[in-house]
């Protein structure tokens, strides 16, 4: 942007802003053109379960909250809003459903007419997931071979068996991050990411529609009983499917522009998931002479994501993908997960009989409940290493299934090595089994993923496992990777501001925008001298498993 200033052109710097919605907040961070965030805000959204399994939200509420980000982060930031040119939006795969004047529909048994949306994390499809499963249609070879509960066929399945209202009033079915571009533009173009990565479309295959990219398949649709989706020529879904990165429509409506405070027009990009921003935002960061075959991003949170692209498709049993231009256009992307890391840990931390203790000690020193366990595991370590406290405690993950590459949401947590006291230091023991057994969660995927033709030696990680040392030092530990920290911690928000500096031409491609706006600043190296001892456990690790698939046979 160019003013005349006393009769002299003075540029005036354009800024983005990405726009992520989690599972508990919604946050906007404004960024400079080299990837700098000027300013960020948060606000928290809502989550009701009103049954085992069953997790649900509110699309206006979390519309209500962007916009309040938005307006606080732009504030924060000192700019004009004017100089904002691009907006990028990330969020969970979450179902919402409208109906045909683009209003809420109630998901929820209750009724509750504002919850709309299905979470990624409700597991009340898992019968749904096992009857796709166990069908058996060529598309699976797109999931690693078994569709999840998570995923949003399983979900549209249970909608239709089960609350047939519901099913009847529907009109648009939306992935959680499309439906942001569609309150901000008017626009109901669907993400490739989202599209392809969680309702089974086809991104690769020649395109039906004359605008769009790839294909829906009809025969998986009309095989799982879904046949209403063929049937309207998937309009409830979306017929317009697109690459992110690029602009939607004429950008920013006016009502929504007058919402976010913002100029009528910016550029608004297709959108992205939320775990896919965070590679977006930090794959590149330091890869000055390296291969993308060598790293994984791990996007850590209530759950983790880990994120590798390759040129070629790879299929991987019990790991999502192969995935087409899913996240970085023009390449395959196979993504790994756990469901439970950040939600794990905290269950472990605040369920315990010394969690009243440790908080009220975090509470007198001003410092989180993490930090008081921490300290009390360096106390209880001495000399020897942290890591060997564990000797005779080990923790199977599993407490809200397995995401992969086990892609079994039935199976369970287990802890083996318990004693007849409840102290803070059998907590900070207990936690620090659960973040190890978590790590070598994440091992077990990289072993799949390099037996299948990656190389994975750097872990490149962002989110809230990365602000905890003893979090960062057994994964590096564990996993034998070294972990590379991009400057920009909040690598999630970086990637959505990446497509909107895309969607607004200021680079020409979205992985130009990339290597142009991430950086590394640390890295934090495996310690050799622990690898027999991580062998040992890793190979608990796995017995624990093996036992509890062994007691399930017994129980039978």
Sequence with gaps: MVYVFQGFPMTVPSHYIGIDVGTGSARAGVFTED???LAHATAPI????????????????????????????????????????????????????????????????????????IMWMDHRAKGEADFINGLGHEVLKFVGGRISPEMQTPKLLWLKKNMPETWEKAAHFMDL???????ATGDTTRSLCSTVCKMTYLGHEDPVEPDSVGRWDNSYFE????????????????????????????????????????????????????????????????LEGGSLDQRIALITGTSACHMAVSPEARYIDGVWGPYYSAMVPGMWLTEGGQSAVGSLVDHVVFNHGATAEAQALADEQGVTIYEILNDRLEALA?????????????????????RSPRANPHLVGMI????????????????????????????????????????????????????????????????????????????????????????????????????AMSAAEGIIGPDASLSDFHRKKYAVFHRLYEDQLAYEALMQ
């Excluded at 910016?266 to 998931?273: F, L």
């Excluded at 990680?461 to 909040?490: M, W, Y």
């Design 35 to 37: 990837g700098r965030m």
């Design 46 to 117: 809502s989550r009701w379960t009103p049954q085992t399994d069953f997790v649900q939200q509110s699309s206006s509420e979390i519309w209500n909250a962007v916009s309040q980000v938005v307006r606080e982060s732009v504030a924060e930031a000192g700019i004009d809003a004017a100089s904002v040119k691009g907006i990028g939006f990330d969020a969970t795969c979450s179902l919402v459903v409208l109906d045909a004047d683009f209003q809420p529909v109630s998901v929820s048994p209750d009724g509750e007419a504002e919850q709309d949306i």
């Design 177 to 183: 991050p499309d439906y942001l571009t569609f309150k």
């Design 223 to 286: 095989q799982i009983g879904l046949e209403d989706m063929p049937a309207d020529q998937f309009k409830r879904l979306g017929t317009r499917i697109r690459p992110m990165g690029e602009a939607l429509g004429t950008g920013l409506s006016e009502k929504a522009a007058e919402k976010l405070g913002l100029e009528l027009g910016a550029a608004v990009s297709v959108s992205i998931i939320d775990a896919h921003a965070g590679g977006v935002g930090m794959l590149s960061a330091g």
């Design 382 to 402: 001495g000399d020897q290493p942290m890591a060997e406290l564990t000797t005779a405690l080990h923790v199977c993950p599993y407490f809200h299934g397995n």
């Design 416 to 515: 083996s090595g318990l004693k007849l006291s409840a102290s803070l230091d059998d907590l900070a023991l207990l936690y620090l089994a659960t973040i190890q057994a978590i790590a070598y969660g994440t091992r077990h995927i990289i072993e799949a993923l390099n037996e299948k033709g990656y190389a994975i030696d750097t872990i490149v990680a962002c989110g809230g496992g990365t602000k905890n040392p003893v979090f960062l030092q057994q994964h590096a530990d564990i996993s034998g990777c070294r972990i590379v920290l991009p400057k920009e911690q909040e690598a999630v928000l970086l990637g959505s501001a990446m497509l909107g500096a895309a969607a607004a031409g200021t680079f020409g491609t979205l992985q130009e925008a990339m290597e």
